[in-house]
């Protein structure tokens, strides 16, 4: 709930502490990409392709070289020599993949691919040489629409003679099928979910800087994930892994797209190499909308059978998902995810799937805040739609088809094994907090009014901290300097979402400091060691864990100095507010600082062999997944006149295990659902059918704004994980579960007309079709 | 994307096609629009369409595809993009001019293709304004061709004109005249009003309603230039 907590000295974990990267955000001193000014700095902008699909007949530069201050121009033939090819490969066995080039080269494959990039001595300039870059192109059929892409007689890529990226399914299982023909009802459905972009408030950027001297290449990035970042400018530009820097200072959020550095920064490195002076690009939101990478686009269809008591017993998923042309994941990877995540929180008994994705001449789809979450998406609306068809109150046939504490362990269909989870716990407290029974009897008041209330529940499991390859381990160095003064040093990549305020929680706890003495470093990968990054949730439990671990480490060293120094065994002492006592003896202390002093200064005083200096480093290989869940509740009401949705309750009810911080956590869950209520009401990236984008301003992607945004209130289950803290990962569940919440919120209020829901979004036109389609049925 | 549209004209029907096979009169009376050269049926235009603070210059060639004068229907091309940008127009239009009484009816049929900005971001604003560019053109149209009667007639102020100021006798003042106000009008009246009901209609409606402005304008001009007799 959310009462305000105050934190004691000794336990900052589980406390509202304020955050520590506030005043500076707040303040306007916030350090993001354009804030980089480096001494003769150049701005690149990019010429970028009108067409969806397109052969380049001619590049004429004569007139944009001729504006005064433009230093440099490339088209891909004249660049991408000097980039490996592919940049990136997700090639397999039946899954081709384009060749991922900075620049296109030969043909264009989506309205706003790159295909010159233009440097200038100001962005002034570059803009203006870039509208007189004359490319002379031949329109090719375009590939545009996920149902048509298969069978289109176009190609969204030259060499790749199918559009089909990824096919796969499960096995022929008869004992699917033989519990499909027992069932009492057999339902089939498909949902459908438009595409969306990500829209960080910061859109991307980078600042290369090639220093010749040195023979290193410097970046500033906006990125999710430093380390990779080094590694992948290492491969792709030839160049050894330590002499790749990458400062990643505030990032204005991610959320996904910004995991992976794209064609146009590759450019950018490859500009400053070449030049030998620093080159700055910052996208515009136009840029952003168009040609950074998508997400979502993908339809589920569902077909489930239940018996007579509402117990589902066999269920089958096919997915189909739209990647674009130049997916920043590889293909399989929304469809894969999500048929492999469906069977959720409840005990599907027999599960089958089938999952394809195709190439378009469209923006490539990266990931987006729980980018397989189509599960939940049509999941959790076919679980209302199976209530109405069998007449079952929705909140009912969860619990009838919902894990049990009891059931635990439990392992699902496709081989997830939940230990500690709290599904049932979840859903009751959020049906309590949003009063469910007493809502039941005013949307019956309300429609014997001709008012139209609904209510909408989405339960699911997520999975968090995916811990595999790159993203396996997280690192932590916590030194503590020699006036007493504590510098955690880590690989993490905050993109917004607090690790300043929550890594230090962990680390005073540990140490017994006050929170301001203890500060993270993190992002600059010539000050921090390797760490994964961020994504997939995994913040918390993985850099949490090794957080923790290597402060209890370094904690056991002062320990061991202190009681040297005091006479006294380490296992007699504790450590409050920096001040380091003997139990039971007040009399008998150390100041942390003066410890710290002696370490380094004083190396005489040290017990024998200790080594001087007080610095721990620990790294930390966490589980391949930690579940968390939730429930998300909310109600509406629909205007029938106008089709406006309005959001009038919203209750998260959610366990994400031990929370180091919980305003944070409600802060990650509010921001989630926002952008849930975006994609369920408000945005869509939408194409024409030869491939134009139609929304590349805010007066056509329309965002959630505070009109649309209810208070929601919480309810906190903590069910610790068997991770370092016990902590799950929270990142993405809000976004998971809102889109689903908000449909069957409206499915149920427009139920009393015969509506059907099962695509988004509800903008006021898509709702009262709706409505006039159902009339007229 | 395919648009239609009509005008009527007070004037016979041979003099109206007369008229608009006179490309430089005629390209006075499209918004906008400026003759840059003419190579047989093929002409070189540009045209330049500002719609609130989004300012575009396209250049393009227009050509005559298919010409049957007995019937007054007449069928052309146009190729262009954007003097400053990428963006692209192809466009196809189709007119045909039937006679009622003493009017002339015009139905314009153009299928844009637009790429680029126009394609994007056209779209809300172009339901409103292409119409009514057809009407600004038919009325420029109709002054030019009445401010002819008035030369040919050799007095001025024929009734029936239309209001605001009189159009010089001379058809060559008068055509500059016409471009003129065109041209003001244009930048002025498509800018407030239509493009705050596009952003108020942009939260409420679907963005797949979607056309481009300039597109529709260079069909218009496409179509006109097109009708001009080798």
């Given at each position: ?169 499960s096995?022929?299982d008869?004992a699917l099928?033989a519990a499909f023909?027992a069932s009492a009802h057999v339902i089939?459905e498909?949902f ?108 589920m269809?569902l077909r489930v059978g239940v018996d007579a008591d509402g117990v589902i017993t066999a269920i089958h998923a096919s997915h ?15 469809g894969f995810m999500a048929l492999e995540v469906l069977p959720g929180p409840y005990r599907f008994a027999r599960y089958g799937w089938?999952g ?14 729980g980018p397989w979450m189509m599960e939940t998406v049509a999941r959790e609306i076919m679980m209302d739609v199976v209530a109405r068809e069998i007449g079952v109150d929705p909140a009912e046939i969860r619990r009838r088809n919902v894990i049990q504490t009891e059931d635990l362990p439990y392992t699902t269909p496709t081989g997830r094994e939940y230990d500690r989870i709290s599904p049932a716990q979840t859903l009751e407290a959020a049906l309590e907090e949003i009063?469910y029974e ?17 209510l909408g529940i989405s339960t699911y499991i997520e999975p968090t901290a995916g811990a ?68 997939g949730s995994r913040?918390a439990v ?80 966490a589980p391949p997944a930690t579940y968390a869940n939730s429930t998300q509740v909310c ?16 209750v998260v009810g959610e366990d994400c295990g031990v929370m ?5 956590v409600?802060?990650q869950i509010?921001?989630g659902v926002?952008?849930g ?37 919480y309810v906190h289950v903590e069910t610790p994980s068997n991770t370092?803290?016990g902590h799950k990962g929270v990142g993405e569940g809000g976004a998971i579960g809102a889109p689903a919440a908000?449909v069957n919120a ?32 | ?230």
């Amino acid at each position: 709930m959310s009462t305000v907590e105050k934190p004691s000295a000794a336990r900052f974990v589980g406390a509202r502490v304020q955050r520590r990267e506030d005043p500076r955000l707040l303040s306007g001193h916030g350090q993001y990409i354009d804030d980089v000014r480096l001494p003769g700095m150049l701005h690149a902008t990019f010429v970028r392709s009108p067409l969806a699909r397109a052969r380049i007949v001619a590049i004429d530069l004569e007139h944009a070289l001729a504006v005064p201050g433009v230093v440099a121009i490339w088209d891909g033939s004249a660049l991408n020599g000097d980039a490996a090819t592919p940049l990136w490969d997700w090639a397999g066995e039946g899954t081709p993949f384009p060749e991922v080039r900075a620049l296109a080269e030969g043909d264009v494959r989506f309205a706003g691919d790159p295909v010159a990039i233009v440097i200038a001595r100001d962005r002034y300039v570059a803009e203006d040489a870039a509208e007189l870059v004359d490319v002379e192109y031949e329109p090719l059929q375009a590939v545009v629409g996920r149902e048509l892409a298969e069978a289109s007689t176009g190609r969204a890529h030259d060499g790749i003679d199918t559009n089909v990226a990824w096919s796969a399914a499960s096995p022929t299982d008869p004992a699917l099928e033989a519990a499909f023909a027992a069932s009492a009802h057999v339902i089939t459905e498909t949902f459908r979910q438009q595409r969306h972009v990500n829209v960080p408030m910061e859109p991307r950027g980078l600042v290369a800087h090639w220093e010749r001297g040195a023979e290193q290449l410097t970046v500033y990035a906006s990125s999710q994930n430093p380390h990779q970042d080094r590694e992948y400018f290492a491969r792709v530009m030839g160049l050894p892994e330590h002499h790749v820097r990458v400062i990643m200072r505030d990032v204005g959020g991610g959320f996904g797209q910004k995991i992976f550095r794209t064609r146009e920064e590759t450019a950018v490195a490859l500009a400053s190499r070449r030049l030998g002076r620093p080159v700055k690009w910052i996208e515009d939101r136009q840029e952003n909308l168009m040609a950074a990478n998508h997400a979502r686009d993908e339809q589920m269809t569902l077909r489930v059978g239940v018996d007579a008591d509402g117990v589902i017993t066999a269920i089958h998923a096919s997915h189909l998902a739209d990647v674009g042309a130049y997916p920043l994941m590889p293909a399989m990877m929304p469809g894969f995810m999500a048929l492999e995540v469906l069977p959720g929180p409840y005990r599907f008994a027999r599960y089958g799937w089938a999952g394809k994705s195709v190439f378009t001449n469209t923006s490539g789809i990266s990931a987006y805040r729980g980018p397989w979450m189509m599960e939940t998406v049509a999941r959790e609306i076919m679980m209302d739609v199976v209530a109405r068809e069998i007449g079952v109150d929705p909140a009912e046939i969860r619990r009838r088809n919902v894990i049990q504490t009891e059931d635990l362990p439990y392992t699902t269909p496709t081989g997830r094994e939940y230990d500690r989870i709290s599904p049932a716990q979840t859903l009751e407290a959020a049906l309590e907090e949003i009063g469910y029974e007493r809502f039941r009897e005013e949307q019956a008041r309300a429609r014997a009014e001709g008012r139209y209330l609904g209510l909408g529940i989405s339960t699911y499991i997520e999975p968090t901290a995916g811990a595999q390859g790159p993203t396996g381990i997280e690192a932590a160095t916590v030194r503590v300097e020699p006036s007493g003064k504590v510098n955690v040093l880590m690989g993490t990549g905050s993109h917004g979402h607090s690790l300043e305020t929550t890594m230090v929680q962990v680390v005073a706890d540990q140490l017994g400091v006050p929170i301001e003495d203890v500060r993270l470093l993190q992002g600059d990968t010539a000050v921090s060691p390797y760490g994964g990054g961020t994504a997939g949730s995994r913040s918390a439990v993985i850099a949490g864990g090794v957080a923790r671990i290597s402060a209890i480490k370094l904690r056991e060293k002062v320990l061991e100095l202190a009681g040297h120094l005091l006479e006294a065994a380490a296992a007699d002492l504790e450590i409050e507010d920096g001040t380091i006592t003997v139990k039971g003896s007040p009399g008998s202390s150390i100041a942390f600082a003066d410890v710290a002093r002696i370490a380094y200064y004083d190396p005489s005083r040290l017990p024998e062999g200790m080594e001087p200096g007080l610095e721990s480093t620990s790294r930390y290989s966490a589980p391949p997944a930690t579940y968390a869940n939730s429930t998300q509740v909310c109600t509406c009401e629909v205007d029938v006149a106008t089709g406006e949705v309005r959001l009038l309750d919203y209750v998260v009810g959610e366990d994400c295990g031990v929370m180091i911080n919980p305003m944070v956590v409600e802060g990650q869950i509010a921001g989630g659902v926002a952008q849930g209520i975006g994609g369920a009401l408000l945005e869509h990236l939408a194409y024409d059918e030869t491939g134009n984008p139609l929304a590349i301003t805010f007066k056509d992607y329309l965002l959630p704004t505070t009109e649309d945004v209810p208070d929601i209130r919480y309810v906190h289950v903590e069910t610790p994980s068997n991770t370092p803290g016990g902590h799950k990962g929270v990142g993405e569940g809000g976004a998971i579960g809102a889109p689903a919440a908000i449909v069957n919120a409206v499915a149920d209020a427009l139920a009393p007309l015969g509506v059907r829901v099962t695509s988004q979004p509800l903008s006021p036109d898509r709702v009262l079709a709706m409505i006039d389609d159902a009339r007229s049925a | 994307m395919r648009l239609e549209d009509e005008f009527a004209v007070a004037a016979p029907i041979q003099e109206v096609y007369a008229t608009i096979l006179d490309v430089e009169r005629v390209t006075g009376c499209v918004p906008g629009a400026e003759l840059l050269g003419n190579d047989g049926d093929v002409h070189n235009v540009g045209i330049r369409v500002k719609v609130g603070p989004i300012s575009m210059q396209y250049r393009g060639d227009v050509e005559i595809v298919e010409r049957d004068e007995a019937a007054h229907t007449a069928k052309m091309r146009v190729k262009g993009r954007e003097v400053r940008g990428q963006g692209t127009v192809e466009a196809t239009a189709q007119l045909r001019l039937s006679e009622d009484g003493s009017t002339t009816r015009g139905a314009i049929e153009v299928e844009v293709a637009l790429s680029g900005r126009a394609a994007s971001m056209g779209q809300g604003a172009i339901q409103d304004v292409s119409s009514k560019l057809v009407g600004r053109f038919a009325r420029n149209l109709a002054r030019m061709l009445e401010a002819d009667g008035a030369a040919a007639a050799g007095a001025a102020g024929a009734a029936g004109a239309p209001a605001g100021e009189p159009l010089s006798s001379d058809p060559a003042a008068a055509a500059a005249q016409v471009e003129r106000e065109v041209r003001d009008e244009d930048e002025n009246a498509i800018s407030g009003r239509e493009i705050v009901g596009a952003v108020v209609r942009g939260r409420l409606s679907s963005p797949l309603v979607s056309a481009g402005l300039a597109g529709v304008t260079l069909g218009l001009l496409g179509f006109l230039l097109g009708r001009r007799a080798g």
